[in-house]
């Protein structure tokens, strides 16, 4: 294959260009080609698809990884998406991928990700893409159980491609034995109770820390992705890009009229 | 009506508890029930579904406006819903309503925008939620259009609810003469283009502010947000919190296998 057809691939990630995560995703994907990763320069978990409004942007390239471009930008995964494609790429990429999270980013976690922001983001691109999360929060989690997952998802993709307008959320559960299967499923339905932990600061003012407990409302069923990964099996949701819900529009009339 | 048996409707919205449009909506909600707004501290346009994972949230009650109880945090549209809901309210909201956002969330919007993140959350928590904005951001907009369209939408979803997972994107055009119709219609497809401006600071170093240009991909589909608007008509788009897409199931397993 020579140099110049090789596919083109853009990385981001939301724990910033300093994870082990994102130098994991990058080990695999420089086999399939040329690899341009633009990371936050700051963890970035929980950012969904913000994008920076109103303060100065800067995207500094940094050393090579192996084979791959660095760059980091002083903003959240969307931003990172957006000035790659605006500052960076001289061509359209083949394929947006965005990880590996040191996380989960299954069930209703999807909508809060900084990770799958960046996906959605090369979605609405019109370039497929994919995020990959690990189920363990360490920043020195062992990324090895994913990388044979990543290696047949991003080159099925890159053959495939993906339908417009839909990404995949890629869940990888840190379980042992290693997981050997993966499923294509559906999200969990999931809420999260007691979010907050209350502090008194040292002048004796009030302040609250995101915590949480996670609430599976369907432990039972087994075509989910939170089964899935507490059953050490891979999980790939497809999602999309579209918030709107055209198929609510009759049922909407009636309510307002 | 007795007092406590009047709605509570929390309120909150992305352009902070000093903008306008927030009292603008107030003024028209307190004809309606006992209102709480929880609203950023700060500016959080294109927060999207953000929340702050890492640093200390605040949360200070201000002076009241009229008979609604008004409080800051130093946080994003979704922090306000979610610390509103843990440390405020003593009783689940019958209605979340979130704006008046001070600048259009139609068509691709949707997916950046705090005020519907706010609206999103409230969905998330099931309750009926709804955002509202006009399609001007100046800072002293004319809300005098918007209230007749709140007023009656507000009174719907009061008396008749949302399917669950349903939230409603409403935009108003700052058109003259004032819009006296609404539509219940799609998103309309577009996208952004051109959306950096590159700038030189005193030291010699590049940076980056948001701009762009909206480009709408289907011009002449009347039944779509942005004909309403550009025909000064109000658009009412229901959106939904989920974004998996369980039908496209099958095609991604064709895909990986």
Redesign the interface.
Known sequence: MEKNIRPLILVSNDDSIEANGVHALIDVLVNFGDVVAVCPAH?Q??????????T????TRVEDYKDAKMYKVNG?P?DCI??AM??VLDRKPDLVVSGINHGSNAS?N???SGTM?AA?EGC??GIPAIGFSLTDHSPNADFTPCLPFIH??VK??LD????QG?A??VNIPNSIPHPTE?R????CKA?WSD??R??T?PWG??????TGKFVNEEPDNTDTDEWCLSHGIVS???????????S??D???????
């Open positions: 963890p978990s929980g950012q969904s698809m913000a994008l920076t409004v109103a100065p942007l800067r995207i959240t969307v957006k000035l605006h500052t209703i999807v909508i809060y922001g959605f609405a691109f047949k998802i099925s993709v495939n491609g993906l339908p839909v995949l959320n993966m294509v499923t559906k999200g809420n979010e907050y209350k502090y600061d003012g009030t302040f609250y820390m995101l790939v949701v497809p999602v999309a890009l579209d918030r709107t819900a055209p609510d529009i049922t909407i009339l009636n309510i307002l009229t």
